[in-house]
């Protein structure tokens, strides 16, 4: 590893330092600064568009093809468990039914 | 619920399914650490100082490349904006509250954290809010450095073929579709899961940003539209 272990320390503690700021940052003012309404508008959308963006590179990109076809089994499972979220309601049993649903399909594959 | 104990123990409640997802996470994340040479303080300390594992686990796959310092500390803290945007949004919740409680607050901000609060803070007005936050938030930080530390001292001995790192995703996802609320948020997250498919290969892990600065716009978009008809 051509990175010392020193070099890395110092990384991480900047990474450290520099999340912890933009986790602070709107936290940490204790003045309603005014935030533009088309700002407010769209902090809604974060959770959505953050977590999608999260979710999607890793099921597209991370699986193994079914049977020659464009789509990965993490898709399907991750399809599934995306159903089973939206009748469900429960975290439980999606990761449950995620997880599940992707060794079944690597164990049929 | 103004009464911290019933506060806390909501927000323990609420969080206390995604922990199933943030086991395999940190343990992920510890096994990771040491994967890429890391020693068992730094991969333990790494968990503590910087608390993100999304890009933790980025962090690592850079240092296995031996990247350079300055696109490591660049990445991770690109995939760390979203912070800055989950920061806007639960700050006029705690505006209320002293700078010694919103200072630790701060350090425990987490997507998970965020999506139960933020949601939960929507829908009921009369809630503790600081108390319920910390039972879902600090619980969570336990989990995870327990989970990370099992991970760093086990390290190998989790087999890949269980596919446990499709937790991760998986995690993301359970908080993704409640997030779901309206015909603009479901538009938001298409657009946004479409462009950071597309831009996956951007360097510094700007797909992300960009997917998520996309699918905000879409969602106003569809939004303004809905207004207007």
Redesign the interface.
Known sequence: ???G?G??????????L???L?????????E??A?PE??K??????????????????????GTALGGWLVSD?LV??LL??LV??QT????L??IA??VG??ML?WLA | MHRPRLAFWAGLQAIAPILLGIVPFATIAGAAAVGAGLPETLALGLSVIVYAGASQLAALELVRQDAPVFVIVGTALIINLRFLMYSASLAPHFQALPLRWRSPLAYVLTDQAYAVSVSRFTDDAGISRGWYYLGAAVPMWITWQASNAVGVFLGAQVPPSWSLDFAIPLTFLALLVPALKSRPAVLAALVSAGVAVGAAALPLNLGLLLAAFAGIGAGLLADQHTRSS
């Open positions: 590893m051509l990175t272990i070099l890395l320390w110092l990384a991480f503690v900047l990474v450290g520099g999340t912890y933009l986790r602070f940052s709107f936290i940490g003012l204790s309603r600064a935030l088309g700002f508008q769209g902090l809604r959308f974060v959770p959505a568009a953050v977590l999608a963006a999260l979710v999607a590179p890793a099921l597209v990109y991370d993490r499972a991750g468990a995306v979220a939206w309601r429960s975290v439980l999606t990761l995620g997880m992707l060794w690597q």
